[in-house]
């Protein structure tokens, strides 16, 4: 069994808070740069640059992209012959994003209750979903997720009679309603299948795919590109001023669910679809 | 597209000669506040106590930036979405509060009011915090320091980027850019 000490758990995550939030992917800043080429709204041609530009000064000066930093997801994949000395994984990663918002200068978003709203003052907890796999190894993947695109997110119990038309048309209206308030072009995550529950998950697990990648299954990797054409032609357009990139990547994740039952979620990520990733 | 170079404060005629569309360069005083700022300058006003800022003929930036880095006048400054100021923007327009800046889509009794008082609603790029930065010369928290990143700041700034989206005429840019790059057939 191989042993990871506690405090390079949570280093890695200081790390990746602080890297995700200032470096945007190669993957999302070339899907950005073809758009900037095709589209063809003036006013959208601006604001693709604009977006380049940001993530220029965003390096250049190790800022971040936006000031939203987000709620820190924490994707881990950890090995079966491995485990964590000198405390839980939990709560390394939470130490981990303590530190890396507040070194970092990153902003604090979260609250400690719903209602009552009480900034926690350092942007823990994260969110943390540890899945077991084989191998002795830890791989860390972080989600920074600002909070206008995912409150435009939905999820519905279609009807096994609405099937692939019902789950198309809710992605689309989605898209559509979240209109300027999501900062497109967007990243649509799709959820298909499941329960109420993982659903959600699912959509948020399409999010850490690379992007312009495409579903494994051609039925799915067919349907994926068949509605980002459909969402690019709604006209919503670079933040929502008009154009035909609405959306640069529509990701598909799937999971058997009920007889009775069509769970779909559509989780958007804004144009900063930020995702950073390290093993240990 | 000429851009147009504003300095705040705005008269009436400031607002009655822009559009939905119209590319703006704000210089001057600009205030920032989000929803905790808004619910308390709301909750003043109901009071009947005087606000801590004098918003007439003024600006108002959907923000919550970033910690600034030593050496930095603020960190990432982009705008947050406007919908969720919907609520209170109404009563700060009845006290002179001549414009908005945010991002997203904002409702009818927003816009009612923004033609009733004369008022305007642009959107700057959202996710673009680091590049929007550069336009701060000045940032100070005037009011609810325990609100962190959700205070009432005064921020002044040089030629600051926005879009009119809604003008006081019912101009939309929403809605007529969409419209001129839908590709559905109408139903």
Redesign the interface.
Known sequence: MRTIAYQDVAEAARRLCIDANVYLGEDVLGLLRSARERE????GQR?LE??L???R??VA?T???????GTAFVFVELGEEVRVDGGLLRDAVDEGVRRGYTEG?????MVSDPLR?R?T?DNSPAVVHIELVPGDRVRMTLLPK???AE?MSRMTMLTPADGEGGVRAFVIETVERA???A?PPVVVGVGIGGTFDTVGFLAKRALIRKAGERHPDPFYARMEEDLLAAIN?????P??????TTALDVRIEVCPCHIVSLPVAVNLQ???ARVARAEL | ?NPKRLTTPWSDATVEGLRA?DLVLISGVIYGARD?AHKRLVEALERGETLPADLRGHLVYY???????PG?VI????P??S?RMDTYTPTLLAQGLKGMIG???RSQPVLEAMRRHRAVYM?T???????L??CFTRAEVVAYED???EALFRFEVADFPA?VVNDAFGGD??A?????????TPG
Request: charged letters at 15%; proline letters at 6%; hydrophobic letters at 30%.
């Open positions: 063809p709204s003036a006013l604001v604009e977006i530009e940001n993530n000064i965003a000066e800022v971040p992209i936006c000031q939203d930093t200068y990153l902003r604090k978003s709203r900034n003052g600002g909070g206008g409150n209109g300027p308030n900062c032609a709604l006209g919503v357009g933040m929502g001023y008009g154009g035909e804004c144009h900063a | 597209m569309g905790a923000v919550g930036p970033t910690p600034a880095k930095q960190g990432s400054a982009g947050t979405t919908t991002k997203g889509y959107a790029t959202g996710g673009a915090g680091a590049l930065a550069r609100l962190g990143p879009i840019l929403y007529q850019g969409k419209k001129a790059f839908s590709k559905a």
